[in-house]
């Protein structure tokens, strides 16, 4: 039986990725991502236009992940074009490096920790804090983890969250945000001038909207889910942040595919060093890992984890609004 630190411990044999495997899965999701995305502005019938620009917006998702796991030096952790390619893809994604790096390693080392959960992730209040706030403090912390904000996490979490806030607050440090930015900028205005709005809808807007939403909810939902446990400095470790405090999240194979794995967030948490494609198998190697915090994306599992807004000190668990 494994516990505590023991639990970290066993997964470090699966911590080492397999580099052609690696460059297979980034090459081969490149690859079909620029198809879907070439596919998007031929000049044949607006449904099949349509259907590349949804199947575009699955595959920048699971690029998005691919890049997870390299800027957490998962996958090709020695290699200077890795990383260079996935740099260029952050910025391309509305994700650069300087940020997500900053922010996601912040999220790591302090996981349902109350006095730092909303640095790389969605904001969470007690329920005491949230009736002591003022309305204007109360209205942004809904705000943020309101369902339409996260539904159209393109524009609040991913140009503003990431490109725009963190350049105007730090812009030295972030200055790759404003590159990213004015990249977006320019791709788009680009499109408009060569094949018009109808460009801009198949090939930035429709795939933006699909990647960035299923992925701010992803973030949402695999750390506010009605089992998660949120506590102090007292008692917490980065052991039961990892197995209480994130989800597995059930998917279809095909889900699981789009999303490379994510939802084995829980051993992602315990040892972000594992690769993407080695999650399943970790989970199947250790019994410990095999009765996690579940949800999924079924519409009953979204409604469960998007109603709930504070942390109940007393009850030890997130609520409604409803509840106060």
Known sequence: MHAGHELLLATREFASDDTRKSWWCILSTGALMLSALAGTIWNFHWLARLCCSVLAGLLVLRMFVIYHDQQHLAILPRSK?????????GIWALSPSSIWRSSHNYHHN?????RSAHIGSFPVMTKAQFLK???????????????LTILFGYVFVFLHGMCIYPFFNNPRKHFDCLIAFGVHVAAGSTLVWLLGWQGLLFAQIIPCL????????????????????????????????AMESSSFLRTSPIMGWFTANI???HIHHL???????????????????????????????????????VWDVETQRMIPLSQL
């Not at 302090?110 to 109350?114: D, E, I, P, R, V």
């Not at 403090?137 to 369902?147: D, G, I």
């Not at 970790?282 to 409604?303: M, N, W």
């Open 263 to 265: 939802g084995y967030h």
């Open 133 to 147: 706030s003022s309305r204007r403090k109360r209205f942004n912390y809904l705000f943020m983890r309101h369902p």
């Open 110 to 114: 302090h996981n349902s920790k109350l």
């Open 271 to 309: 040892n972000a060093r594992i690769p993407f494609y080695r999650l399943p198998e970790v989970y199947r190697s250790i019994k410990e890992l095999q009765s996690p915090r579940i949800t999924s994306l079924s519409p009953v599992d979204i409604y469960r984890c998007l109603r709930l807004k």
């Open 81 to 89: 074009l890795a990383d260079v390619l996935m740099r260029l893809f």
């Open 210 to 241: 699909i990647a960035y939403g299923i992925g701010s909810y992803l973030f949402y939902a695999q750390h506010n889910f009605p089992d998660v446990t949120f506590s102090d400095k007292a008692g917490w470790t980065y052991e039961k942040a």
